[in-house]
Nanobody, 128 residues
Framework: QVHLSESGGGSVQAGGSLRLSCQASEKITKTYWMGWFRQAPGKEREGIAQ???????SYAESVNGRFTISKDTPNNILYLEMNSLKPEDTAMYYC??????????????????????WGQGTQVTVSS
């Protein structure tokens, strides 16, 4: 059973924009913390955006002011609007849902084992 399914990745020039979508189940969008992580080749996985269960967003410093996380609750879709993209944003982007917060203060907690779900990932490539 696929719980999270991303779409919207692609290739764009620096300064451009992309919007990622994540189709989720109703239970997940209504009861889980949701967010986005990314991982570039040779780098550690990085949490970049969280939407808590009250709908409050929070971001990593690296994307704050450029990326916007939002949710279409009736249709169970999580979005990540990415503007002013930079080559360093190139990575595989993952939609994530957790039974616990994904971010507390400045620390990110990727869901492990049975504490949440991961999508299959969508590639974003930004050229200079």
């Amino acid at each position: 059973q696929v719980h999270l399914s991303e779409s919207g990745g692609g290739s764009v020039q620096a300064g451009g924009s992309l919007r990622l979508s994540c189709q989720a189940s109703e239970k997940i969008t209504k009861t889980y913390w949701m967010g986005w992580f990314r991982q570039a080749p040779g780098k550690e996985r990085e949490g970049i955006a969280q939407l808590d269960r009250a709908g409050t967003p929070s971001y990593a410093e690296s994307v704050n002011g450029r990326f916007t996380i939002s949710k279409d609750t009736p249709n169970n879709i999580l979005y990540l609007e990415m503007n002013s993209l930079k080559p360093e944003d190139t990575a595989m982007y993952y939609c994530v849902a957790g039974v616990y917060p994904l971010k507390i203060d400045n620390t990110w907690y990727p869901p492990r084992n049975r504490s949440g779900y991961w999508g299959q990932g969508t590639q974003v490539t930004v050229s200079s």
